[in-house]
């Protein structure tokens, strides 16, 4: 039998998780790559689809002799980089996110995990604090916000009410943040480098498209996910 005391914590979980709120903002923690994450309202929960993308950066980056720099754009709490830390010895990540509290987040888990030494985190939007950068990426690896204002209205509530609507909000077409992005991203990457990136699954036309006609980008290809949806875009930097 519970105690008074733990009787009433179980019933504050129970009536939140009533009201919508997602079990990992309750408990606080989410696996993913098999590693522990805090989770908190700041950031998004980190999902089973954004594994395949961390599988296309690897299987890109192979098994590197030297050191390779990514950028992890949108950190958010960290997932991305973190799991990459742990699999590659010659890396240096830099993650990125354009809230504090998301970074401080991020900054925890990578403590957590014993990867801190080879992750640098920066608050900054975008591509904006790299424009000018000498040394390039080898990999631009993110999940941008994607779901265009018509499919935000209809996601469950537990996201749309409680994650965080920047990190979701991909404008009227949810192309906002994923056409700067395919913009930019060859001002920061080595020759040869990629842009790996989630995205909708109706999007892969699109974001095709954006591709093409940026003429920046020798080849790409779309990878599904693990329920056959179109999922990540690997788009390979011009020599």
């Not at 509530?157 to 930019?184: C, Q, V």
């Amino acid at each position: 039998p519970m105690e008074a005391e733990e009787l009433a914590k179980f019933r504050t979980f129970v009536r939140r998780r009533l009201a919508g709120e997602p079990n990992q903002y309750i408990t606080g923690t989410q696996e993913f790559w098999s590693l522990p994450f805090r989770v908190n309202p700041d950031v998004l929960i980190p999902r089973p689809e954004t594994e395949v993308l961390l599988e296309t950066v690897l299987e890109f980056l192979g098994s590197p002799e030297t050191e390779v720099r990514v950028l992890d754009l949108g950190t958010g709490s960290g997932a991305i980089a973190v799991a990459l830390a742990r699999e590659f010895d010659l890396i240096k990540i830099v993650a990125t996110d354009s809230s504090m509290a998301a970074v401080k987040l991020a900054q925890e888990n990578a403590s957590l995990n014993q990867v801190e030494s080879k992750i640098h985190f920066v608050c900054a939007d975008m591509l904006s604090a790299f424009s000018s950068v000498s040394r390039k990426f080898a990999v631009v690896a993110t999940n941008p916000p994607y779901v265009s204002h018509t499919e935000f209205s209809e996601l469950p509530r537990e996201i749309r009410d409680y994650e965080p609507r920047h990190a979701l909000n991909g404008g009227p077409d949810g192309l906002a943040a994923i056409k700067h992005i395919i913009k930019e991203a060859p001002a920061v990457l080595s020759q040869g480098g990629a842009l790996i990136m989630e995205m909708g699954a109706e999007q892969a036309e699109s974001v095709s498209a954006l591709v093409r006609d940026s003429q920046r980008y020798e080849r790409y290809q779309i990878i599904k996910d693990y329920s056959g949806l179109d999922r990540v875009l690997l788009a390979v930097k011009k020599e």
